[in-house]
């Protein structure tokens, strides 16, 4: 609400001023995790570095207003497939354990954009705030244990999570390269991090030995906080419409 209502005001103030331009922005991008863990959290417990993940491809849409030559107001809308992976070995009780994360994610992220005034090319940086909704995401965790090389236990667990919004932020830096006056084309290097907590966990796979199991039945009730963090390259087409007042 108050992120509309700031646009909101940002619209009547630019009345009047110079430079004033829709634009739409549309283009793909590759995300790469910005962290990693080396605990040894599973399920039956919250994680605490575990779930720093975010690698993944990005596709995305912007639409943008100028509000004069170096200021521009932004409402994104992306769709992104994020995995991470975390192998911990094995414990001092001979346990292993190996998490995989993968998840489908469409944000909404409001913001703003400050750029140079050039024809030819410009620098420009953006800073939004991400709203993730509609989110999927699967948790694959494994664990083999041997007790003193005396027994085999092999398990494993697929979770699904859903519901509830994620909030964080979005930074880049990049810059664009005209063509024409209605055309250009823009490269960005960005960093995005956002918090998410799932209101939902069901079990959809449970095997202990390759047998199927009804054992851990209150395992979806552990629903830790996921952050989605990554660094990524986002490469798209702008295009202007109406004419640019000088």
């Keep these: 609400m108050k992120t509309m209502t700031i646009f909101i005001l940002l619209l009547m ?24 863990s080396s605990n040894y959290a599973s399920p039956f417990s919250p994680p605490a570095n575990l779930n720093d993940f975010g690698a993944g491809s990005n596709e995305f849409f912007t639409l943008g207003y ?12 992306s769709y992104i497939q994020v995995e991470g992976e975390s192998q911990n070995g094995f414990t001092p009780y001979g346990t292993s354990m190996d998490n995989h ?9 409001p913001g703003l954009k400050l750029s140079g005034a050039s024809d030819e090319i410009n620098l420009f940086g953006r800073i939004g705030m991400i709203c993730g909704v509609a989110g999927i995401m699967t948790r694959d965790f494994r664990s083999g244990s ?33 063509f024409f006056k209605w055309l250009s084309w823009n490269t960005e290097i960005s960093y995005t991090n956002e918090q998410w907590l799932p209101r939902n966990a069901d079990i959809i796979y449970n ?36 004419k640019k007042k000088s």
């Design 101 to 109: 994360l993968s998840a489908d994610r469409y944000r909404a992220i």
């Design 66 to 77: 100028t509000i004069f030559k170096h200021l521009s107001i932004e409402l994104g809308a």
């Design 207 to 242: 095997v202990l030995n390759g047998l199927p199991t009804n054992s851990n039945p209150n395992l979806p009730q552990f629903k830790p906080l996921y952050t989605i963090s990554s660094w990524g390259i986002n490469t798209g087409i702008t295009f202007k419409f109406g």
């Design 13 to 36: 103030l630019s009345v009047g001023m110079k430079g004033q331009r829709f634009y739409v922005n549309a283009g793909i991008g590759q995300e790469f995790n910005s962290g990693s």
């Design 146 to 178: 041997s007790s003193y090389g005396t027994s085999n236990n092999d398990y494993e667990t697929i979770i699904r999570y859903n519901g509830n919004i994620s909030a964080g932020i979005l930074l880049a830096l990049g810059f664009e390269i005209q």
